[in-house]
């Protein structure tokens, strides 16, 4: 599990993903704290469409951050049989800071389940 370091006084992070060598994907991500979930964006790539959005609205949110759990599922599928290739990235930015990138590529035949947990912490 990686570590996100956010600046408390910083801009509200955000998350970026990029799914390349033409394939479809689903994605969802999340925060968890105590008391259970919330989903901050659950939606289909769309190449050329900004897949770029925030973890939280607002600042107060981002103040209660501290220890919280941060996870991406990425689904990505084939648009026909057969040995297909992948490369997915996300990355986690405060600002013009990156604070952890996600790669990862390979082959598949049907779908491939990516997944990624981070903790946040305030710093």
Do not use: C
Not at 31 to 57: A, C, M, P, Q
Not at 69 to 82: I, N, Q, R, S
């Amino acid at each position: 599990m990686a570590t996100l370091n956010v600046d408390e006084d910083g801009p509200i992070p955000k998350i970026k993903i990029h799914v390349g060598r033409a394939q479809f994907a689903r994605f969802s991500f999340g925060l968890w704290d105590k008391s259970g979930g919330t989903t901050i964006k659950h939606d289909v790539y769309e190449k050329g469409v900004n897949d770029e959005f925030r973890i939280v609205r607002t600042r107060a949110e981002l103040a209660k951050l501290d220890g919280n759990k941060l996870d991406g599922v990425v689904w990505v599928m084939a648009f026909k049989g057969g040995q297909q290739r992948y490369k997915v990235t996300v990355k986690v930015t405060q600002g013009d800071t990156v604070l952890d990138t996600w790669d990862s590529a390979g082959t598949f035949s049907t779908m491939k389940n990516l997944m990624k947990i981070w903790t946040i912490k305030l710093v």
